[in-house]
T-cell receptor, first 114, second 113 residues
Framework: NAGVTQTPKFQVLKTGQSMTLQCAQD?????MSWYRQDPGMGLRLIHY???????DQGEVPNGYNVSRSTTEDFPLRLLSAAPSQTSVYFC?????????????FGNGTRLTVT | AQTVTQSQPEMSVQEAETVTLSCTYD???????LFWYKQPPSRQMILVIR??????QNATENRFSVNFQKAAKSFSLKISDSQLGDAAMYFC??????????FGTGTSLTVIP
């Protein structure tokens, strides 16, 4: 029972580099989302998706792209990394059809941009 | 604007004692759900307890309970018989219809042996 799987756990990038954070869930959840966690700021929503082919912006979408080609996968792309994107990133999923279903989180990715 | 306020950035409690973490929120919706998540040093986000806004009875999960005051928009977490393993960052969150989740900034709990 894997739940939500995020890779990698740690990543160091140089300014201007691109990369993709992977997220996969095996719970058949319709809703998937990406958050970033910064000290003193809690979790802020970057992008979310309510099903394959559907994505939308959250609170802090600039500098990030997402796509949802399957129910299971929801990758987050950084096109040109900036030091301001140094953060811990969480992928989370939940069931849309079951209200009061909590968010299930991956174990996070610590990203450092130098 | 939907907001969640955790006014205590840090708290400490003696082992075996009781501690209460505060949380207030602001929404004009009447139907929503409230959650407390725990984040230990491992970074994993763990659901502690949840509360339906339409229920007046406060939720409990073993040593964890909430004091939900809907009119005051308050949702505090009480941890009884604190254990060393309770040391973590605690996040309050609420969910509106449409899977819109809003998180507070967290309270770092230290448990003193």
């Amino acid at each position: 029972n894997a739940g939500v799987t995020q890779t990698p756990k740690f990543q160091v990038l140089k300014t201007g580099q691109s990369m993709t954070l992977q997220c996969a869930q095996d719970m058949n959840h319709e809703y998937m989302s990406w958050y970033r966690q910064d000290p003193g700021m809690g979790l802020r929503l970057i992008h979310y998706s309510v099903g394959a082919g559907i994505t939308d912006q959250g609170e802090v979408p600039n500098g990030y792209n997402v796509s949802r080609s399957t129910t299971e996968d929801f990758p987050l792309r950084l096109l040109s990394a900036a030091p301001s994107q140094t953060s811990v990133y969480f992928c989370a999923s939940t069931s849309v059809s079951s209200y009061n279903s909590p968010l299930h989180f991956g174990n996070g990715t610590r990203l450092t941009v130098t | 604007a939907q907001t969640v306020t955790q006014s205590q950035p840090e708290m400490s409690v003696q082992e075996a004692e009781t501690v209460t973490l505060s949380c207030t929120y602001d929404t004009s919706e009447s139907d929503y759900y409230l959650f407390w998540y725990k984040q230990p040093p491992s970074r994993q986000m763990i659901l502690v307890i949840r509360q339906e806004a339409y229920k007046q009875q406060n939720a409990t999960e073993n040593r964890f309970s909430v004091n939900f005051q809907k009119a005051a928009k308050s949702f505090s977490l009480k941890i009884s018989d604190s254990q060393l393993g309770d040391a973590a960052m605690y996040f309050c969150a609420y969910e509106l219809t449409g899977n819109q989740f809003y998180f507070g900034t967290g309270t770092s709990l230290t448990v003193i042996p």
